[in-house]
């Protein structure tokens, strides 16, 4: 009758379970038994609060058993069976027979249901229809009637007919009570009810006089008597539409319709066929509570978090509802949702030496110095070679300089500390030690070896001005893209920390060109019929220094010889 944890099954008698079976709950839905078609419906609508139900059309062929599964309290079951009797009484008939006539000669009681069998709850039950009763037995409805007799208060007796006076011991009373009618039916059709009016009259005129005539205690009790007690017209009874189908977009709902008819008081469902008269109302219909939202694509992926190698890159995907909300993801459909995260490979990593340029400054004011600069092997994209690593060619980190000659006298002369090798971080300080002759206004030079028997001061310590935070560095530039007739070469360039990390401190006005243009000369004609590249990607085999082993020498001939031409021709521009 409710919402609640208990579930119906239904099974047969052979042990075959039809809904429900085995503990397993199932879906609503139709499922195929005892010879008809039942329907399953079990709302779950989270405010709705109707409970399950069993609808078949019938007719069975066989027992059914109506089981509960028990998990709570029971809220209560109804239920509503159909039998057709052998002699059930056409109820287009029964309009035309008044209540307490005889049909087909014999005189049938109001009310006239009569049961066979015990009627106990779980057992079949039978029963034959009489009286115009339509023929439907419910939980409430399965009862007798009470039996009238017909010689008692027929509503029609005429009025000579009266039922005889009680027996007083006053013979001569002039007054006495005389049925005058009865009242109106309470129903129109379904069986209602009645009762006689009871009114004092004179005995001999038969007028009727006030009740105080008459002996109040000898007044008859009016008794209930049935009226119209045949079917009210079949109707269709319409349920409420279950929940749409779908959240969003296009879904469907159902109702349940019945074709039911009233009796006593009572809405009973009968079989189809007799609201065949009436259109029968759809029992499923589209729903669609709101336009369902969709997954939008806000932007393009990302570059890939890696110069070289296998990275990720990412895009922006919101769920957005029809007016153009964003909303939670949960209102889209998961399954459907774009990616926006997925791996990206930039291709195998090369390692190169990253350089600074040289500093500025000589590390000694006059003399022989030198300008130092940083070196570091960092992964670069730029190389077309699958290069393995730096390799043993480390550049140079320092260059010689000269500031011009410095004058001393017989001693250790030890000149003031250079500027340090770099502005920032950890450099070196340069300083000329010498052996010297001191003249009376002139020093004389002479060789360490003069001084050997003095301690000679250090020339050389570290300094640290100040944290560098960052500096460029750059790759050394790539080969040329083009041998003659104006190319470009390009080279990488970082901002690393003082931890060689990568950094964004840089001052973008002092980075490095990364690009720039190479060979203008013009080419040389060919020359030579039979000097050829027989492939495309010569310049690949240049790029390799291939040209040395004579297969490429000749696969590769312009090429090889071009390059060739340049270092003989162009290596003091370079």
């Not at 069975?60 to 239920?79: A, F, K, S």
Request: aromatic share 8%; glycine share 8%.
């Amino acid at each position: 009758m409710y919402k609640s944890n208990n579930y119906l099954a239904l099974r047969s008698r052979s042990g075959r379970s039809i809904i429900n079976g085995n503990w397993a709950i199932d879906r609503p839905g139709k499922y195929e038994g005892g010879g008809t078609m039942f329907t399953y419906k079990r709302p779950n609508e989270i405010s709705s609060t109707a409970g399950e139900s069993f609808l078949a059309e019938g007719p069975t062929n066989e027992i059914l058993d109506v089981y509960m599964i028990h998990q709570q309290p029971n809220p209560g079951v109804h239920y509503e069976y159909v039998i057709m009797g052998n002699n059930a009484i056409s109820p287009q008939v029964l309009p035309h027979r008044r209540p307490g006539e005889p049909f087909n000669g014999q005189l049938v009681p109001e009310g006239g249901n009569q049961q066979e069998g015990e009627g106990k709850e779980g057992d079949e039950e039978k029963a034959d229809v009489h009286g115009g009763a339509p023929e439907i037995f419910t939980s409430e409805s399965a009862q007798t009637f009470p039996v009238r007799h017909p010689d008692r208060f027929s509503p029609h007796r005429p009025d000579s007919v009266v039922p005889p006076a009680p027996q007083t011991p006053r013979r001569s009373r002039d007054h006495n009570w005389k049925q005058l009618g009865t009242t109106e039916c309470s129903t129109t059709c379904g069986k209602g009810s009645q009762y006689p009016i009871f009114r004092c009259v004179n005995r001999n005129t038969h007028e009727e006089v006030p009740e105080s005539y008459c002996d109040s205690s000898m007044k008859p009790t009016p008794e209930e008597e049935p009226c119209n007690i045949f079917p009210c017209p079949a109707f269709w009874d319409i349920g409420e539409w279950s929940e749409c189908s779908k959240t969003c977009g296009l879904g469907m709902q159902h109702r349940q319709v019945l074709c039911r008819q009233v009796y006593a008081n009572r809405s009973l469902t009968v079989q189809p066929y007799r609201c065949q008269h009436l259109e029968k109302p759809e029992t499923t219909s589209t729903c669609q509570l709101k336009i369902c939202s969709e997954w939008q694509i806000r932007t393009d992926w990302t570059s890939c978090s890696v110069p070289c190698g296998v990275g990720q890159r990412t895009r922006d995907v919101k769920c957005v509802s029809n007016i153009g909300d964003v909303v939670d993801d949960e209102e889209c459909n998961m399954k459907l949702r774009p990616n926006d995260i997925e791996n990206c490979d930039m291709g195998p990593c090369a390692k190169s030496w990253f350089l600074t340029e040289w500093s500025e400054r000589c590390s000694a004011e006059c003399g022989a110095g030198v300008r130092t600069r940083s070196v570091v092997c960092m992964t670069n994209h730029v190389s077309s070679l699958p290069l393995e690593g730096c390799g043993n060619n480390r550049p140079v980190e320092a260059t010689p300089c000269d500031n011009g000659p410095c004058t001393g006298e017989v001693e250790w002369f030890a000149g003031s500390w250079s500027q340090c090798s770099i502005e920032c971080g950890s450099g070196t300080q340069q300083r000329e030690v010498i052996c010297v002759r001191k003249n009376a206004d002139t020093f004389e030079v002479l060789d360490p070896y003069e001084c050997s028997f003095l301690e000679r001061p250090p020339s050389q310590q570290s300094c640290h001005l100040k944290p560098c935070g960052a500096k460029w560095f750059n790759t050394e530039w790539s080969v040329c893209s083009k041998s003659c007739q104006g190319g470009f070469r390009v080279r990488e360039v970082r901002c690393l920390s003082d931890e060689m990390t990568l950094s964004n401190l840089c001052d973008p006005q002092l980075k490095p060109e990364e690009k720039e243009s190479c060979n203008p000369q013009d080419c040389v004609p060919e020359v030579d019929e039979n000097c050829k590249d027989r492939y495309y990607n010569c310049n690949v085999v240049v790029q390799a220094r291939l040209c040395v082993y004579n297969y490429y020498k000749t696969a590769c001939c312009v090429s090889c010889t071009r390059v060739a031409n340049r270092h003989s021709g162009f290596l003091g521009s370079r």
